[in-house]
């Protein structure tokens, strides 16, 4: 990908009068991390640098151009206005570029995996996102995983599955699951089945219990 550059300024306005911002169509933000002696308040424009960053992956390097002055980020968080979808905030941690640094990465699915048109087995995703450490300039937007190595119904890719260059480090645990392929519709008939074999077992057995209180209650009257 291009390089990613968001432009922006300082801001005075702070707390909840942010919102008067927000009214004139900009995007309160802050800045930290490497090289920078304490958090910096920035303003950005709302629509552009949406737009911008709706292009962007978690682990993609986001350059903050700030009084002239170019930070090398990684977007650690948004808040989000989830009713008018739209952006309230961001955290924008400054990296060294040659120190390596832990990003979120997006987990992709590619292949055909053999097992659903040979069983109608049914591929369900596991993990979307994956944790690498790695320099900033070397984190991938996404790993793919692929899935045409899955032959049976049952067949799965595990994270220790991968395999990955040199320069990345996996954080996650190498057990977990990216991908399997299940048997879900036939799992669900034979519960189906099991149930009302269960439900028939206990009518008949209730049957036999009230055919017993009946006597029972004859008898009394007797």
């Known amino acids: 990908m291009d390089k990613i550059l968001v432009d922006a300024e300082k801001r005075e306005v702070i707390g909840k009068k942010v919102k008067v911002l927000r009214r004139k169509g900009l995007l309160p933000a802050v800045v930290y991390?490497?090289?920078?002696?304490?958090?910096?308040?920035?303003?950005?424009?709302?629509?552009?640098?949406?737009?911008?960053?709706?292009?962007?992956?978690?682990s993609s390097l986001i350059t903050v151009n700030l009084d002239g002055k170019e930070y090398p980020t990684l977007?650690?968080?948004?808040?989000w206005d989830y009713i008018k979808r739209s952006l309230l905030?961001?955290?924008?941690?400054?990296?060294?570029?040659?120190?390596?640094?832990?990003?979120m990465v997006r987990v992709e699915?590619?292949?055909?995996?053999?097992?659903?048109?040979t069983f109608g087995a049914i591929l369900i995703s596991g993990l979307n996102e994956i944790e690498i450490e790695a320099l900033p300039a070397d984190l991938p937007e996404s790993l793919e995983v692929d899935v045409s190595g899955l032959e049976k119904i049952g067949d799965t890719v595990l994270i220790r599955d991968l395999e990955l260059s040199d320069k990345l480090t996996l954080l996650n645990d190498p057990n977990s699951m990216l991908a399997v392929t299940s048997a879900i519709e036939e799992e669900i008939v034979e519960e189906v089945d099991a149930l009302e074999a269960l439900e028939g077992e206990e009518g008949e057995e209730g049957e036999g219990v009230e055919g017993e209180e009946g006597e029972a209650t004859e008898e009394a009257a007797e």
């Not at 977007?75 to 808040?79: C, D, G, I, L, T």
């Not at 905030?89 to 990003?103: G, L, R």
């Not at 699915?109 to 097992?115: K, N, S, T």
């Open 33 to 58: 991390g490497y090289g920078v002696d304490k958090p910096i308040a920035i303003v950005l424009k709302h629509r552009e640098t949406s737009r911008t960053l709706s292009k962007a992956e978690s």
């Open 75 to 79: 977007v650690r968080e948004k808040q």
């Open 89 to 103: 905030h961001i955290d924008f941690q400054v990296v060294s570029m040659t120190e390596k640094v832990a990003a």
């Open 109 to 117: 699915l590619v292949g055909l995996a053999p097992a659903i048109s």
